[in-house]
Nanobody
Framework: VQLQASGGGLVQPGGSLRLSCAAS????????IAWFRQAPGKEREGISC????????STKDFLKGRFTISRDVATNTVYLQMNSLEPEDTAVYYC???????????????????WGEGTLVTVSS
């Protein structure tokens, strides 16, 4: 499977963005898709994941209520809806895929089999 993330940009604090992760290739249904982010000077962290097969999800507690992951099985696309954005959410966001881990274990970098290119999200006034 190949992954392409998009939807990043500049947004004011309190605003919203929806990131998309388009998957291509065979076997999408077998993967767990995860969103990671890496802020300047910080390590990459897994924040949310979803089962392509049944939609089971897991999101880090500190993001629940603001970030929501979802999928569109017709288009093999995973979304990350981000609301009430804060400057601390500024980061490069990556989508990633794993065959060997379920959520939430898919939120560890070592669990990932395929990385997509990142998309930059900047939250600033």
């Amino acid at each position: 499977v190949q992954l392409q993330a998009s939807g990043g940009g500049l947004v004011q604090p309190g605003g919203s963005l929806r990131l998309s992760c388009a998957a291509s290739g065979v076997g999408f249904d077998y993967y767990y898709i995860a969103w990671f982010r890496q802020a300047p000077g910080k390590e990459r962290e897994g924040i949310s994941c979803i089962s392509s097969a049944d939609g089971d999800t897991s999101t880090k507690d500190f993001l629940k209520g603001r970030f929501t992951i979802s999928r569109d099985v017709a288009t093999n696309t995973v979304y990350l809806q981000m609301n009430s954005l804060e400057p601390e959410d500024t980061a490069v966001y990556y989508c990633a895929a794993t065959l060997g881990r379920t959520c939430p274990k898919a939120l560890a970098s070592y669990a990932i089999d395929v990385w997509g290119e990142g998309t930059l999200v900047t939250v600033s006034s």
